[in-house]
């Protein structure tokens, strides 16, 4: 019985769900927009020295606003679009490959039953977060 791509992303869900793995979603966009409206009406209040006020406070403000914004791995894994999902197949089976298994629950107890799995499969999921998703994938205990 293959198996199919929906339970290689699920058997990542539970071990990313186990380790409580999350992943700070950048937004580096909408803080250099408010880094800039900040810097261009502290321009126009205060001139060039309000230029490098209101940038120094835009720069604060979007810095705020943008940070801290986690979102648990499992939630990320599940809304990636096929292609996606798909390419995380692939990164999971040549992992796997060594292994003596038929379907995907055999598969999970395998990989639930070995830390070394888990910890494997955990650094090429934090890998694909900071690469492909531009996240950080937080925490290090994997």
Same mark, same amino acid.
């Given at each position: 019985?293959?198996?199919?791509?929906?339970?290689?992303?699920?058997?990542?869900?539970?071990?990313? !769900?186990?380790? $409580?793995?999350?992943?700070? &979603?950048?937004?580096?966009? %909408?803080?250099?927009?408010? /880094?800039?409206? +900040?810097?261009?009406?502290?321009?126009?209040?205060?001139?060039?020295?309000?230029?490098?006020?209101?940038?120094?406070?835009?720069?604060?403000?979007?810095?705020?606003?943008?940070?801290?914004?986690?979102?648990?791995?499992?939630?990320?894994?599940?809304?990636?679009?096929?292609? !996606?999902?798909? $390419?995380?197949?692939?990164? &999971?089976?040549?992992?796997? %490959?060594?292994?003596?298994? /038929?379907?995907? +629950?055999?598969?999970?107890?395998?990989?639930?039953?070995?830390?070394?799995?888990?910890?494997?499969?955990?650094?090429?999921?934090?890998?694909?977060?900071?690469?492909?998703?531009?996240?950080?994938?937080?925490?290090?205990?994997?």
């Amino acid at each position: 019985m293959p198996v199919r791509t929906e339970e290689v992303i699920k058997l990542l869900c539970s071990i990313s !769900e186990e380790k $409580k793995m999350k992943a700070a &979603v950048k937004r580096s966009g %909408r803080g250099a927009l408010v /880094t800039g409206t +900040v810097a261009f009406v502290g321009g126009l209040v205060g001139g060039p020295p309000g230029i490098a006020v209101g940038g120094a406070l835009g720069g604060l403000l979007g810095s705020w606003m943008t940070s801290g914004q986690f979102k648990p791995v499992p939630q990320i894994l599940m809304e990636l679009p096929p292609a !996606e999902q798909q $390419k995380l197949f692939h990164e &999971v089976t040549a992992i796997v %490959r060594h292994l003596d298994w /038929t379907d995907v +629950v055999q598969l999970t107890a395998l990989v639930m039953g070995s830390e070394a799995l888990q910890k494997q499969l955990l650094a090429m999921l934090a890998n694909y977060v900071t690469k492909e998703l531009r996240a950080e994938a937080t925490p290090a205990r994997y």
